[in-house]
């Protein structure tokens, strides 16, 4: 069977996750571009998407992501300049730096929630609400699989 | 619920996504640059994982791909000049070109099957075939929901 033949019939895993991952940053950038946030791309996304409102250190934000610290370090960098995030001393450990989002940064982060949660909604509603529940259960475990076999 | 909190139990289907496409995208580069393609990136891969060994119209590619045929471009130019592949006239339309991958292209191309298929065979096993197959199915059935309300 030609590759594109079966990656049309029986995708793989691969296959499937980088067309979600695909469709979903397009939808996202339409959505936020609409709200002005159109100088941050998709790794800038994956940073802010991690991040707790009342701020989150850079170490759980790589962990939480998959991502390496120093690539989660220059993208914080790079929102920072934008006006995304700032850095504050953690006041849990004064040693440690906090990454924490601005009134932006704030406004991003739930534009962003709120497309996603509508998007899921619609898969819900038609997939069968039951059988989302266990699709998104499955594919916790799956993620869960893969990041224990991956050591950061 | 704190965000990171509720990405830990409870992650919405974005965040699932791009957790395993960027734990798949590590365990590739660590496996292709044992057998030294370290020269490309995940959106050259995205290409390659399209492409039919006899050639694949960029249209095509960048219609399963759910890219830009403009971006297919610009990926297809680099992977001309580092060897992946060729641009020939299309047998079956003379106006039109086809992407051939070279002998370099097919190595990667097969080394990226053969990984991807013993992570699946992983997961299956631990997960349970039945309930692979199932997750499968679903997944299958959310990336043709999302790309129908997607338009290229």
Redesign the interface.
Same mark, same amino acid.
């Given at each position: 069977m &030609? &590759?594109?033949e079966r990656?049309?019939v029986d995708?793989?895993?691969?296959?499937?996750?980088? &067309?979600?991952?695909?469709?979903?940053q397009?939808?996202?950038i339409e959505a936020l571009a609409g709200d002005g946030h159109s100088q941050i791309g998709p790794r800038h996304r994956?940073v802010l998407?991690?991040?707790?409102? +009342?701020g989150?250190r850079a170490i759980?934000v790589a962990r939480?992501?998959?991502?390496h610290k120093q690539v989660v370090g220059t993208l914080v960098d790079e929102l920072e300049q934008l006006g995304y995030v700032r850095r504050e001393p953690d006041p849990s450990d004064r040693r440690a730096k906090l990454i924490v989002p601005t009134e932006l940064g704030l406004q991003q982060?739930s534009k962003?929630?709120a497309v996603?949660?509508e %998007? +899921?909604r619609? %898969?819900a509603a038609?997939?069968g609400e039951q059988?989302?529940r +266990?699709?998104?259960q499955?594919? &916790?475990?799956?993620?869960q699989?893969?990041?224990d076999?991956?050591p950061s």
């Open positions: &030609r &590759r594109s990656n049309r995708p793989g895993l691969g296959v499937l996750t980088s &067309r979600v991952t695909s469709t979903l397009r939808v996202l994956a998407a991690y991040l707790d409102t +009342e989150s759980d939480q992501s998959g991502q982060m962003t929630d996603m949660a %998007i +899921e619609g %898969i038609s997939l059988q989302y +266990e699709f998104k499955s594919f &916790r475990r799956v993620a699989m893969l990041s076999d991956q």
